[in-house]
Nanobody
Framework: QVQLVDSGGGLVQAGGSLRLSCAAS????????MGWFRHAPGHEREFVES????????YYADSVKGRFTISRDNAKKTVYLQMNTLKPEDTAVYYC????????????????WGQGTQVTVSS
């Protein structure tokens, strides 16, 4: 069992930065690949970025290429999403997810979800 707590969201102007955190409980954090998804009003929940269990491999959506970076600290049982050069279209609730697949890219690969943290980017 893994419990995930998302934090770090807020209101930021376009071009600004935020860092999201996702703290996990449980003793097997390193057994899970982690991912970030987002859900904007009127849209379906979409994949943002994923990181492998060891942290060696990452995979990201084209929409965040060069702007967002996922990382993890297995000793702290925490995964991060550094978001730079934010755009108004990045406004959404961001969720972290954990799964035992090699990566968490599809929603079906997520076994556990955080509660979400709101990111609002003003123009």
């Amino acid at each position: 069992q893994v419990q995930l707590v998302d934090s770090g969201g807020g209101l930021v102007q376009a071009g600004g930065s935020l860092r999201l955190s996702c703290a996990a409980s449980g003793r097997t954090f390193s057994s899970y690949a982690m991912g970030w998804f987002r859900h904007a009003p009127g849209h379906e929940r979409e994949f943002v970025e994923s990181i492998s269990k060891s942290g060696v491999s990452t995979y990201y959506a084209d929409s965040v290429k060069g702007r967002f970076t996922i990382s993890r600290d297995n000793a702290k049982k925490t995964v991060y999403l550094q978001m730079n050069t934010l755009k108004p279209e990045d406004t959404a609730v961001y969720y972290c997810a954990a799964g035992r697949a090699a990566m968490v890219i599809a929603i079906s690969e997520a076994e556990y979800w955080g509660q979400g943290t709101q990111v609002t980017v003003s123009s």
